[in-house]
């Protein structure tokens, strides 16, 4: 009898022991879960901040382009705490897609970004250049030009007409009469902002993609699949 019981004890205690264990793990799988579904809500509404800005016109942008530049960092860093989260849980969905659409999303921003950037970089670069104490009339005058060209791409969208790259092309074949100096300068520019104003052009498209809805929908899925798991 007295074999029993202390049989019968070791079966509650070990019972009772697994009861616990499986206790915490539920417990703890449940504390990974809810700090990474607000992991997940955090990088999606830091992630819809930046893509509102791609809503705004260029001259709003290129204005804003230091701000937003840090919003992206912030949203690199907590991208980064969920695939930590991610690789460190117990069991949880698969954030594997969340994960690498995000890295498309941070890239294609740095892009677009960048191309306003540049476009701001090249205004203040023939601004400069226009300046120059030591600048022929001719050349300061297509400086002239070629910044006012710069500048109605930022304030009035039109860095696609034909008429803008035929006023390029224009100034190209009257830089050919420039002294030797003033010439190579001036054409190294004339290059950068055809190469500039191409990059601004493909940004356009970079936008488009960055609004579509199919990231926010990725979020969406993924808040569905942890809660679920919670319950």
Not at 16 to 40: A, D, H, N, P, R
Not at 71 to 78: G, P, R, T
Not at 112 to 133: M, P, T
């Amino acid at each position: 009898m007295q074999q029993l019981k202390a049989g019968v004890r070791r079966y509650v205690w070990f019972l009772f022991v697994l009861w616990c264990v499986l206790t915490l793990g539920i417990w703890q799988q449940s504390k990974q879960t809810v700090q990474m579904l607000s992991t997940v809500n955090e990088l999606g509404s830091k992630v819809e901040e930046v893509r509102n800005f791609f809503n705004f016109e260029l001259p709003y942008r290129v204005q804003h382009v230091d701000p937003v530049s840090l919003k992206l960092q912030l949203v690199y860093s907590v991208r980064l705490q969920l695939e930590h989260e991610y690789l460190d849980g117990i069991s949880p969905p698969d954030l594997t897609q969340l994960l690498y659409s995000t890295d498309r999303f941070l890239e294609n921003a740095h892009t677009f970004i960048g191309s306003d950037n540049e476009l701001v970089s090249l205004a203040e670069q023939l601004r400069n250049n226009r300046a120059r104490d030591n600048n022929s009339d001719q050349v300061h005058s297509m400086y002239y030009r070629l910044g006012a060209l710069v500048l109605e791409s930022i304030f009035s969208d039109s860095a696609t007409k034909a008429d803008t790259y035929r006023e390029l092309d224009s100034l190209f074949i009257a830089s050919d009469s420039l002294m030797v100096d003033e010439r190579t300068a001036f054409q190294r520019r004339l290059a950068q902002t055809s190469s500039v104003l191409a990059a601004n052009a493909q940004g356009r498209y970079l936008a488009e993609q960055l609004l579509k809805p199919d990231l926010a929908n990725q979020f969406a899925t993924t808040n569905m699949a942890l809660e679920q798991s919670l319950t």
